[in-house]
Structure formats: structure tokens, C-alpha cells
């Protein structure tokens, strides 16, 4: 089998339409891609996608982009082949082109618990770590916030207050989350999102907790779901264990209900269990786990 290596052009849409497809048809919440989705998800997700070819004929593709935040982590989105007998040798094939560049020296990707297609990373070298869960909660009336501490107000955020935003949310992660004119992207790709939308917490002057809160757009435009989602999310390592942030995702809740949405998901880590006590005591389940399976490719 000779196959080549190139990035994905015009021409190939039409097959990486049916190869996306056929792959992720049976994943939770699936939305059809056509060569719009496709190109749409490239470009807000920044990402570069290989195609495996034989005589002309594409016989699959992945597309991955580079977590800066993870030590430029190479994350694999997708990875699909034609069915047949030759499949999981050019799933490998596209795999090991990925490792051979992975700048960082890892390379992750995310799974839905319980597919099969665990163990094909597994046999590929990847050691299963935990995951992210999905989680949700029906919106069907105003929850009561919490009682804080005096001194702290919420509130929503200001048009002159992003780089305050920006500098909190990223100080709560520990890492860059954000950059500076996110906000113009999020209100090009999730109108009708403003400033309104996102939820701070204020002691002193100084935003020490922020919760944002958007429309689930794909989901609202594709499945016609009337859904809100959370994230990101974070409080300042100094502010914590003061009830904000159930406060901010209540407060973020609500104002989602009120602008008519009757349900709200977001994601957060399986280990982080006092972020999910929090959600359960707001009404918040388990729709699914994604787990992670990485290599380390310097110790492979």
C-alpha cells in the first residue's frame, strides 16, 4: 500500500464529508458535517487536517490543532477511514504523520466512554487518563443566589472591562486561556452574546471571579435546541471557597432562562470534584464522558 500525505484542499470535501460522517454518525448529540460545517470548524478551531491518499482515491483524514496551554499539546479532533480491511493501517499511518511533527512531544485526543475505539489508541501507545464530563440541567425557573461575603457584588461585565476579564479568567486556570478580543469573536460566532452575558463577581473594585454564559449556537441552530452554555469559568486561587462561583453560575443560569432557554450544559473535568458538587446541588447531570488518552512521545 503507497500512500501520500498532503493537507486537505477543495477537492477533497466532498469525500471528508462522508468519511466524518459515517465515523462520528453514532456520537452523542451527532451534527451532519457538509463541506460549510467542515471549513467552519477549521477555521474556528484552527485546524490542520491531513488527507491519506492511494492512486487519487482518499482513503482518510485527521485533523488535529496545538494546545498552546499544554505545552503545545497536539490534540486530535478527528480521525476517520474507509471501511475495509486496510482501515486502522492508514488510521496509523495518519496517526504516526502527527507524532512525527508534534512539536511539543505529545499528542492527545478524546473519546466517548465506552467506544470501542479506546482500545485502538490504547494498541497505538496512549495511556487512558481521566476525562471531561458533559454535563446539563433543566431550566424552569429562577434559582435563589447565594448569600456572600460583604463586600462582594455581582454583576454583569462592562464594554471598557475586557482585559480585566481576560487577565482574571486566566490568572483562575493558571494558564492563557483567553486573549484579548475574544469578546468580537464570541459575538461573531454566538449572536446574539454581549458583554451582558458574562457574569462577574467584584470585590473592590477588582473582578475576582467570572462565569460566561452563551448561546449552545450549533446545537440551537442544528438541533433547534433552546440551550445555554457555561464556560469559561474561573475564580482567582485567593477567592475560592467564598460560594462566588455557585453564585456567578446561578446568577448565569438564570439570566439564560430569562432570555428564554430551558436548559444549560457545560464541561468540566471528572477529577475536579468540588466544581462537580457544585453543579449536582444546581440540578446539573452527567450527559457523557469523554476520556483522554495521551502519549508522551519522548518516553514512547
Known sequence: MTIQISELTNKHLPIAVGLLNEEYRNSYEFIPFDEERILSQIRQ??????????????????????????HLEEHVSWLAACEGHNQRAVENILVNEIEKDAKGGTVMTMIDEGSPRINDWINRGYALHPGFQRMSATLDGLKPIPELAEGAKLRS???????????????????????????????????????????????GQRIVSAVVAKPDTDYVEYLHLKRGHLGPAATLPEFRNKHLASALTARAMNFLFEKGMDSVRLGTSEQNVSSIALLRSLGFQVDIVRKILRKDLKNA
Request: glycine share 10%; net charge negative.
Open 45 to 70: 478551531r484552527g485546524l490542520k487536517v491531513l488527507v491519506a491518499e492511494e492512486n487519487g482515491d482518499v482513503l482518510g483524514l485527521i485533523g488535529t490543532h496545538t494546545h498552546a496551554e499544554e
Open 157 to 203: 461585565l462592562r464594554p471598557d472591562e475586557e482585559e480585566k476579564l481576560v487577565t482574571a479568567i486566566n490568572a483562575g486556570f493558571g494558564w492563557q486561556r483567553l486573549e484579548l478580543g475574544v469578546l468580537e469573536t464570541w459575538k461573531s460566532e454566538d449572536p446574539p452574546f454581549s458583554e451582558e452575558w458574562v457574569q462577574v463577581a467584584e470585590i
